[in-house]
């Protein structure tokens, strides 16, 4: 997933706009020739494009996300990026075993608020691994 993505991206439950990108494992690849800059919101400058005329948006190009998290601080859902894919499944497509073990795989990397009052799925105890 590019990081440009993020400036289309709004939360399939409350439609919130932006959402925060936590990026676990990425790549460098080769931009493509054509270049559309982020227009509402850049995620990898993490800058509201509001009042900004442009920016540098090579990089929201030339990395690829391949594990991550998107988190939706309206609503507190967080929604999995896997294999390079964003899963922005509504709570009932979702699997809750697969969800927590996403969360144990990574919580190294993800904030507590989301290990333990994401929605749907979180993790109950901060002790077991
Ligand atoms: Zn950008
Ligand atoms: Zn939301």
Request: glycine share 2%; net charge neutral.
């Amino acid at each position: 997933m590019k990081y440009r993505l993020m400036d289309l991206l709004a939360c399939p439950i409350c439609k919130k706009f932006p959402l925060n990108l936590i990026v676990f494992m990425e790549e460098e690849i080769k931009p493509p020739h054509k270049i559309v800059r982020c227009e509402l919101f850049c995620a990898y400058h993490n800058i509201d494009l509001s009042n900004q005329v442009s920016t540098d948006c090579e990089k929201c190009y030339s990395r690829e996300i391949r594990d991550g998290l998107i988190f939706c601080g309206n609503c507190n859902r967080w929604y999995p990026i896997e294999e390079e894919i964003p899963r922005m499944l509504p709570d009932e497509l979702r699997n809750k075993n697969d969800d927590i073990s996403f969360l144990n795989k990574w919580r190294m990397k993800i904030p507590e608020r989301i290990l333990y009052e994401g929605k749907p799925s979180s993790l109950t105890t901060r002790n077991n691994i």
